[in-house]
């Protein structure tokens, strides 16, 4: 596991921010029919569980909210992944396909209703600072230049790697990754975390084959 630092500013502004940051080995595979099967019951669920409406009431999206308003952000503009990816299945737009591992961090963010990332950890450099973001270059996911100005960002060495919005494709999955390095972020605390985090390492254990799995809680 790399050295983790938390930016008191941060912290400051966002008292219940917090994370659960897992390392674990793991195979990259095209998504099994087994774990597409997991994703179609997903989307069915939160299809009737859910609706646009109700989705903002729900207490981790809107501390989520507040935490991004409280940084000076506006959480509709530029969204978190987790609120943008439940929009999505609320909607019937239903998920991709991508990998085994990225499919299984869009079940786990769907689940917790928290922002999550999924990282190559061999492809992030030296320490890791997750700090206010400024006014820097950003490449979303996707998503081209993204400004990630007051809001949560994660950076090693070369600079910033993801944030709960979209992270960038330096760090991304692919079929070479050996490593993997997942963020869970709270916003209103560590309730129900280590809760989340057992998931993660069920769904890894069935459709990723997880091994040598380290956890950091950072707060």
């Given at each position: 596991?790399?050295?983790?630092?938390?930016?008191?500013?941060l912290k400051e502004?966002?008292?219940?921010?917090?994370?659960?940051?897992?390392?674990?080995?793991?195979?990259?595979?095209?998504?099994?029919?087994?774990?597409?099967?997991?994703?179609?019951?997903?989307?069915?669920?939160?299809?009737?569980?859910?609706?646009?409406?109700?989705?903002?009431?729900?207490?981790?999206?809107?501390?989520?909210?507040?935490?991004?308003?409280?940084?000076?952000?506006?959480?509709?503009?530029?969204?978190?992944?987790?609120?943008?990816?439940?929009?999505?299945?609320?909607?019937?737009?239903?998920?991709?396909?991508?990998?085994?591992?990225?499919?299984?961090?869009?079940?786990?963010?769907?689940?917790?209703?928290?922002?999550?990332?999924?990282?190559?950890?061999?492809?992030?450099?030296?320490?890791?600072?997750?700090?206010?973001?400024?006014?820097?270059?950003?490449?979303?996911?996707?998503?081209?230049?993204?400004?990630?100005?007051?809001?949560?960002?994660?950076?090693?060495?070369?600079?910033?790697?993801?944030?709960?919005?979209?992270?960038?494709?330096?760090?991304?999955?692919t079929e070479e990754?050996?490593?993997?390095?997942?963020?869970?972020?709270?916003?209103?605390?560590?309730?129900?975390?280590?809760?989340?985090?057992?998931?993660?390492?069920?769904?890894?254990?069935?459709?990723?084959?997880?091994?040598?799995?380290?956890?950091?809680?950072?707060?």
């Amino acid at each position: 596991m790399k050295k983790i630092t938390l930016d008191k500013q941060l912290k400051e502004k966002v008292p219940g921010y917090c994370l659960a940051i897992m390392s674990f080995d793991t195979e990259v595979t095209p998504t099994q029919e087994s774990l597409k099967q997991e994703m179609e019951q997903l989307e069915k669920e939160m299809m009737e569980q859910l609706t646009l409406e109700t989705l903002l009431k729900q207490p981790r999206i809107a501390a989520a909210r507040a935490g991004y308003k409280a940084l000076g952000k506006d959480p509709s503009r530029y969204r978190l992944s987790t609120e943008a990816l439940l929009r999505r299945l609320i909607k019937g737009n239903g998920l991709y396909f991508v990998n085994n591992a990225v499919d299984i961090g869009n079940v786990l963010s769907a689940r917790t209703q928290r922002s999550v990332a999924v990282l190559d950890e061999d492809k992030i450099q030296g320490d890791i600072l997750i700090r206010i973001g400024q006014d820097e270059p950003y490449e979303g996911i996707g998503r081209g230049n993204i400004n990630i100005e007051n809001i949560p960002v994660y950076c090693d060495e070369v600079g910033p790697f993801g944030t709960p919005t979209s992270d960038t494709p330096r760090t991304r999955i692919t079929e070479e990754t050996k490593t993997i390095l997942l963020f869970i972020t709270s916003f209103n605390g560590t309730d129900g975390l280590l809760q989340d985090v057992e998931l993660a390492k069920d769904l890894f254990s069935r459709f990723g084959q997880m091994t040598n799995f380290s956890l950091e809680i950072v707060e």
